[in-house]
């Protein structure tokens, strides 16, 4: 088990684009069995490699089955339906707030072998699917958020163990 150190907001390579995934050899696969780690250990529902500090198209994401799912070079090719929720980032620790996702999304990306494959998302997975695609391109869900939840607010949706 080999955790990576978590970047917060606030450090650069967050804002950066990362560059699309072109050798799946043991340095990827390594990436991603710590990405695993690192995100079990946070308690999270997704993670993006440039919040570990690699800016590489590779992120993992909760899958419909409630199983993470490793997306490399990720596109969002179709958006349907919106949900409104509460969403938190582990790299921006403490803060939840409401973001409109779409409901149901498919993405294409290649596996840790390079092999191309599509998945559906709904729900959580649609929106872990976007904000973790979203990183990748140097953005955050805070850029995004309508409302700031209180304590409160997100006790009233969820325990506050959800974080993407
Ligand atoms: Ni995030």
Redesign the pocket.
Known sequence: MALREIREQGDPVLSKVSREVTEFNGRLHQLLDDMHDTVREAN?A???AP?VGVLRRVVIAIGDDGQFVELINPVIKLQEGEQDGPE?????PGVYGMVKRPDHVTVEAVDRYGKPFTVEGHGLSARAFC??T??LDGH??TERVTKILTDEELAAYYGGQD??
């Open positions: 999270g997704g993670l993006a919040q938190g980032c582990l790299s921006v904000h973790e979203e990183h955050l869900f974080s993407e």
